[in-house]
């Protein structure tokens, strides 16, 4: 892969690219179209990736429109969607779990981010803490102790690998690139996560990064790391317990337990809540309402079918 990504932004400062002036869009378009092939030439590429992520949800982390242009070759990612990221409820939980029983003297806590890479898809699955020291002009990792935990969760589970590492902190300091520089050395991918367990922003916000360099050989060089989309996945085990947790949360931090009964009532809740949408689709459609879709329907009484499986099996 070439970690090297250029952005090219306007200088008037706005968020969206729908807030640009007509002149301002195309002036950024034309400069992107200026710097593109001289990009290509100086680092051999065959191909570019030109994006803007237009919007916080999109994975804008700068509220200043900003357009990426990255040289590609072929190989460089095992897929062209490899830049997205998925995490699982239980990695994150993790994360939050080693922030809670860090030290009193530490402000934050790293750790190793183990999962899966199938087709392009990386998947973070599990994580643990790694012991680390950090002062102003140094950092230090202990690495033994992240090799020996790596070998037992690979023994419970072989298929996973290390992906990349997280901290728990939105601040990311001049001590994340020697850090990251230690897990690229175990994936030259390796992405980078932050969890702000400080809800600096009123919530529990969670980033996915990969490293960019900034700059042209044998010019003075950079690094940044540039933000990518990421979503939180879940097997339906985690599914229920997050939905739990969602739902059935009270002021006292009191989870109610169901009883069997309890679970076989709130799933044919659920399922008489699908059957209602679906003889609602029905009816709108026979009456002339809306117009008929064979997919549609068949998408409808698929995926209620194969919930209700679901539950049944829960209970």
């Known amino acids: 892969m070439l970690f090297t990504d250029i952005l090219v932004s306007p200088k008037r400062v706005v968020c969206r690219v729908a807030e640009l002036t007509p002149q301002e869009a195309a002036d950024l378009?034309?400069?992107a179209h200026k710097i593109a092939p001289m990009l290509q030439k100086a680092y051999d590429s065959s191909?570019?990736?030109i994006a803007i992520q237009d919007g916080k949800d999109a994975g804008q982390s700068v509220a200043h429109v900003h357009m990426h242009v990255m040289p590609r070759?072929?190989?460089?990612?095992?897929?062209?969607?490899?830049?997205?990221?998925k995490i699982h409820p239980v990695a994150l939980f993790a994360m939050v779990d080693c922030h809670e029983r860090r030290p009193e003297s530490a402000k934050r806590v790293i750790g190793t981010l183990m999962g899966v890479k199938d087709k392009g898809v990386v998947e973070v699955r599990a994580a643990y803490t790694v012991p680390h020291n950090e002062t102003e002009d140094e950092v230090a990792i202990d690495m033994m102790f992240d090799k020996d935990m790596m070998k037992l969760h690979q023994r419970v589970n072989p298929s996973e690998v290390v992906l990349g590492w997280f901290l728990t902190s939105a601040d990311i300091t001049l001590h994340a690139v020697l850090i990251h520089d230690y897990y690229s050395r175990l994936d030259p991918n390796a992405i980078f996560v932050t969890i702000d367990t400080g809800?600096?922003?009123?919530?529990?916000e969670v980033k996915a990064h990969i490293k960019s360099r900034l700059g042209l050989p044998g010019k003075t060089e950079g690094i940044i790391f540039t933000p990518v989309p990421s979503e939180t996945v879940c097997f339906e085990p985690e599914?229920?317990?997050?939905?739990?947790?969602i739902k059935y949360t009270s002021?006292?931090?009191?989870?109610?337990?169901l009883?069997?009964?309890?679970?076989?009532?709130?799933?044919?809740e659920a399922l008489d809540d699908m059957l209602a949408k679906v003889?609602?689709?029905?009816?709108?459609?026979?009456?002339?309402?809306?117009?008929?879709?064979?997919a549609v329907g068949r998408f409808a009484i698929g995926d209620a079918v194969k919930d209700t499986s679901s539950r049944a099996s829960q209970v």
């Open 29 to 31: 378009m034309v400069c």
């Open 47 to 49: 191909s570019l990736t």
């Open 73 to 85: 070759k072929a190989g460089d990612f095992s897929n062209n969607d490899d830049v997205y990221h």
């Open 199 to 204: 809800l600096t922003s009123g919530r529990l």
């Open 239 to 245: 599914r229920v317990g997050v939905t739990q947790l």
């Open 251 to 257: 002021p006292e931090g009191k989870i109610p337990v």
């Open 259 to 268: 009883s069997r009964f309890g679970q076989i009532e709130r799933a044919a």
């Open 279 to 294: 003889l609602d689709y029905i009816e709108s459609v026979t009456s002339g309402k809306t117009e008929g879709d064979s």
